[in-house]
């Protein structure tokens, strides 16, 4: 781990964009339920989007990158969860106040000012996510802060936006998406570029989570939050990764993508004054005809071709180091399999292993034309796909010289890495939203939100009374499971150790055994602990009916009665001691090795 | 509109839409494009657009100071394809009136407007050009709401004109609210027609990369270079993907949905084609095949506008009838219930229509009968009441949608003598009666 000098040295700036679905009945535009389990598929529309001239005429560099893609998307459209309007057939009903509120009550814990006016947005989204090729997004906070660590750090925009929808599959041109997760409603949070370090950004993103589920802004379960984090380095572009699937390891991500722009760096530096430019694409299948190597083969058996292309000036330079184990070579590469092709074969590779030998290469370079200093790059498919790969391909090695290019990036979460998605959106891509009518915020209501706000000492506070156990507090107030902890307890009497301690460790371990316990129903679960503090069933038996995973109240029922998980006590259990006496004496241990679920372990000691 | 005193303040600071300014705020500095303020919410909001693309209204309060930075920096306009003519290629003529498929965003002003050249929305769909030799006719951008009897024999005449002047097809663009009266309207008053003319729109606008606009322009202009069809017909989605369009014949067409991209369906009838994602084209039943040495088409335009479409139901008053003919109206479609009823012996005596059909027909004037079933087909002796209708000189009209007898009977009055128009009435002319009633379970 490197200390926060190094990152001052490098000229190190990052800022957050933190993603939190809100905890709201209804979609942010439409009444279908936010809540995410899957219901009924009932159909399936296809569709294919364009890209469209935005604002000032211009298409976005990222719009015009998906739309060369020509992808066909598939919808899958799901009873209760889904309608006309998330499938871009009907207009957006009014905006669901519901989220507006829960929005506005993070803009105050975040201490920002918020518009007169809410003025609803279209966001030009062309990778299909959304069908209607827009996501509406409002502004709502601006000019506010947050202590992190006893740093400030600003929050300079903070929006309420649709959720897009979610990816099922995909297979060569065809994308297949869910709707029933398009629409919910979700806050951003735009940190300020003042984060300092990996482990800084690590720690704000943290922060913010548990601000806003102390506040009950959040919506629970996995993927409910998203952290996209921007980086730049002293001499490069900004950068923004995307899909950070855990916050565990968001600082070892960002140092390699730091160490991957210094890199990028270097080399643009030793290209100064080269002249890097693409050669015209040339079929090259007919030099491959005595190749043994079963992919060439299999690619020219379908009608295939291979195609190749020389880049003059990058030789030596694509088989760089970049990341461990990634080139630049694989930047390139990264870039062509955006038009369908599974990668691309260079001249900086042992290339003898796609069967192509000594002989074959010094033919390819001379079609090519390649000299001394150039590079080439070959592509292998449909010959239109491998074109259109060429072209990306070359459009990348050609910004070699231009060190760190402006992307979208996504996490490689096997490698801790980054990869390339598409290019880094431009200001072309935001319009009204002219379905939608603008929304009056008056200060008094705002200011009516912020008298609600739960703070991080507040909670403290009143945990250690309940539960006078420092260590169990902070693992409950930094897990997800802290609000069902407050219903329950509140709601069922149940005590707060119990609940505590099921939420924490019980879920753990069952979590472990490779169940679920987290996408158990808030009111089935309080009925669990209901039964529990009414002395129903024991501390011991709460783990196996959770692990059941009922979906009912009488599902409870009725599997404490199919599982004998009952509880024994009072005279029950004095006769069952008896029963077990012999010559007076009685076995704990052999009462507990039968009845241990049945059992409360204090009463019998009670008795016996 | 801004309120007058917000309009006051930024002539001051002479800030006009779309300039730079800065908002200084008890709130803070706010800075980017003003916008124009939307038709609702609070006159006395500022809009402004800041640099990351995002509206923001912030409240006018006399602490506020605005500040112009700059202008305006040029007027938006959207790239417009610029047209390559392929002789070799079908030569079809788009004509270009106006609807949703012609409305774009302004992206300073925020509002929607229409296109005023049709070469801003060819731009997103350059195909076309490597499958027409295309001509271009802008004759009017407006919505098809506002569409009158005047604009269709307008339309009419520049199809008979591109057609004669050597156009092979046509393709209509137009708004979708209307279409299938403009459709049933050139269906009559294209006479002796020897090409395809598909009329096409959208239901999402051209701005979004999810509009239909440019999957319906491509197979309008398949079918419109691609088949034998000597008829006007819808071309729009067949379903809600973007996989498959329909050719529904102009006088079986019906807008079904307010909001869906598949709207159109065709109603006592099957399509006549679809058309696929390959461009393929697949008929589905029969249509009026082109037919060499038919000469000339020729635009009949007369229309008589002095026809009303009047809609029966319980309680409805049948003095309406008295009032169109103090209006000198010459023809009534009446869209009665079920198999062509109007209310005849109401319990309330006031409320029985027959009286006042009676009294209309006497006087002249043509009364057609057809259904708010909108599928099926009239009657007129299943029941007493029909009978009674029939006596008191109605005409019941077959399969016929009451809007396409609208047409009809306006197209009729137009251009023949009431007593010809009122023999016409249940005759087909143009493929809106069919004689057969097939069965067909998905469309109804």
New interface residues.
Partial sequence: MRDAEYYKSIGFRCGLEIHQRLDTKEKLFCSCSAGIAKDKEIGRVERFQRAVAGELGLVDPSTKFEGMRHRKFVYKVYEMSSCLVDMDEEPPHNLNREALALGLKACAVLKAGVPDEVEVMRKVVVDGSDPSAFQRSMMIGFNGELEVDGKRIAIPSIFLEEESSSIEGRMDNVVVYGLERIGVPLVEIDTGPDIRSPQEAKNTAMRIGLLLRLNGCAQRGIGSIRQDVNISVRGGKRVEIKGFQSLETMDIVIENEVDRQIKLMEIANELKGVDIKGGSIVDLSNEFSGVGNGMINEVLGKGGRVMGVRISGLGGFLGREINEGRRLGSEVSDYAKMAGVNGIMHSDEDLSRYGIDAAIQTSIKKRLEVKEGDAFVMVAGEEKTARNALTLAIGRAEMAKEGVVPETRNVDSKKDITRFMRPLPGGSRMYPETDAVPIGVEGRYYAEIGKGIVWEDQVRERLIAELNNVQLVEQLIWSRELQRYFRITERTGADTRVVADVLLEKFRELSRQGIDPYSIDDAVLEDIFRRFASGKITKKAIKEVVKAMPKSAKDVDEIIKKGNLERISGEKLRRLISEFAKDGEVSRSEIMSRYGFNIEGEELNSII | MYSERISLILSKAQAKEGDRIRLETE??TFEGILMPR?D???SN?I?IK??????????FSDKCIVKKLGSRSGE????KYEARGNRSLPGISMIYTGGTIGSK?D??T???YMLTKPEELL???PEIYEMADLRIRNLMSIASEDMTYKEWASIAETVASELNDGSSGIVITHGTDTMHYTAAALSFMLKDLNATVAITGA??S??????DA??NLVRSFQVAAGSDIAEVGICMHA?????KNYFIRGTKARKMH????DAFKPVNSTPICTIDEGGKLEYISEYRHKEHGRGKVKAVTGFEPKVALIKTHPNSDPGIIEYYMGKGYRGIILEGTGLGHVPSSPSIKDLSWLSNVKRAVDAGIVVGVTSQCIYGRVNDKVYRNLRLLKEAGGIHCEDMMPEVAYVKLGFLLGNYKSEEARKMLAVNIAGEITERSVADFDLV
């Fill in positions: 709130r803070g939307p609702t919410g609070n909001v809009v800041r640099d990351d693309g995002y509206n923001v209204g912030v409240e938006f306009s959207f790239p965003v992206y300073v925020g509002g929607v731009y997103e769909v239901q999402r051209s701005d979004r990369g999810s509009s440019f999957v379903g809600s993907s973007d996989g307010t909001s869906r991209r």
